[in-house]
């Protein structure tokens, strides 16, 4: 099985900045895109951005030009940067992992349970 275990999140105020950690561990065959989704309350889980393994990125516009995500393939990690923090970008984030395992050769998507990021005066 994979691992995905997100830190990183906490209170701020708008305009401020956070970075958000992904670390996957486990029995990892390959890790193909990694992402970072968020869910506010009575809202669905969107996605906020993805990272192919080979390095093709994809933001939601409504974080184009304010966040940056990164990824280091050795680590197995996923970094979302967050400038110009926004009140509707309060949700809790969740780091997302398409990988095949040593015991499972299927592309597999896995969650970690998610760390919430408050932004609010």
């Known amino acids: 099985q994979v691992q995905v275990v997100e830190s990183g999140g906490g209170l701020v105020q708008p305009g401020g900045s956070l970075r958000l950690s992904c670390q996957a561990s486990g029995s990892i065959r390959t890790i193909y895109t990694m992402g970072w989704y968020r869910q506010a309350p009575g809202k669905q889980r969107e996605l906020v951005t993805s990272?192919?393994?080979?390095?093709?990125?994809n933001y939601a516009d409504s974080v184009k030009g304010r966040f940056t995500i990164s990824r280091d393939n050795a680590r197995n990690a996923v970094d979302l940067q967050m400038n110009s923090l926004k009140p509707e970008d309060t949700a809790l984030y969740f780091c997302?992992?398409?990988?095949?395992?040593?015991?499972?050769?299927?592309?597999?998507?896995?969650w970690g349970q998610g760390t919430q990021v408050t932004v609010s005066s």
């Open positions: 997302n992992v398409d990988a095949t395992t040593v015991y499972n050769y299927a592309r597999t998507f896995y």
């Open positions: 990272i192919t393994r080979g390095g093709n990125i």
